[in-house]
T-cell receptor
């Protein structure tokens, strides 16, 4: 089973709202990732968690705040977003960070109005 | 700047033909290579990974890796209209934890 789940599937939020994206995996993976994907572009890495600790932050603005409550869950807290932050937000997981296959969830389609 | 290059396409092949997708990469330290299929509006789906030089086959898919030439390819035999999608080549950054470097993707269209 290589399933990563994400909620919600779609999210529309205003620029003053606070919302959270959730991701869950039950494959025993110890690395989890957040990516952002704009239309007709490849995914861009935002954050990497390894053994529940943040190991990579790709210079993401502070209006995006990741959280890893346990080894199965990953959250992305959103606050004061801009319309240009509208994108598909993808969660992925892998056994470890060094070279293992990454499996993506279905994504959350975010629209900022 | 580490790069992964793919022909953006579209690559159009008739049903039943072999589709050949190619990818080159710049980081000689890379050891792990992945092919993802992405349908329009959906998330990327891992279809093949390869770590050693040579060929790796899985059903209708064959991945080929040549580290000396820094080249990785994906062959799809007996192409079906359902194979029509964007195929993303991804290469693990040899010097960074977890970082996949993606190509821009090749759009494949299989005509019935």
């Amino acid at each position: 089973d290589t399933e990563v789940t994400q909620t919600p599937k779609h999210l529309v939020m205003g620029m003053t709202n606070k919302k959270s994206l959730k991701c869950e995996q039950h494959m025993g993976h110890r690395a989890m990732y957040w990516y952002k994907q704009k239309a007709k572009k490849p995914p861009e890495l935002m954050f990497v968690y390894s053994y529940e600790k943040l190991s990579i932050n790709e210079s993401v603005p502070s209006r995006f705040s990741p959280e890893c409550p346990n080894s199965s869950l990953l959250n992305l807290h959103l606050h004061a977003l801009q319309p240009e932050d509208s994108a598909l937000y993808l969660c992925a997981s892998s056994q470890g960070v060094w070279g293992n296959e990454q499996y993506f969830g279905p994504g959350t389609r975010l629209t900022v109005t | 700047q580490k790069e992964v290059e793919q022909n953006s396409g579209p690559l159009s092949v008739p049903e039943g033909a072999i589709a050949s997708l190619n990818c080159t990469y710049s980081d000689r330290g890379s050891q792990s290579f992945f092919w993802y299929r992405q349908y329009s509006g959906k998330s990327p789906e891992l279809i093949m990974f390869i770590y050693s030089n040579g060929d790796k086959e899985d059903g209708r898919f064959t991945a080929q890796l040549n580290k000396a030439s820094q080249y990785v390819s994906l062959l799809i035999r007996d192409s079906q209209p359902s194979d029509s999608a964007t195929y993303l080549c991804a290469v693990k950054d040899g010097g960074s934890q977890g970082n996949l470097i993606f190509g821009k993707g090749t759009k494949l269209s299989v005509k019935p």
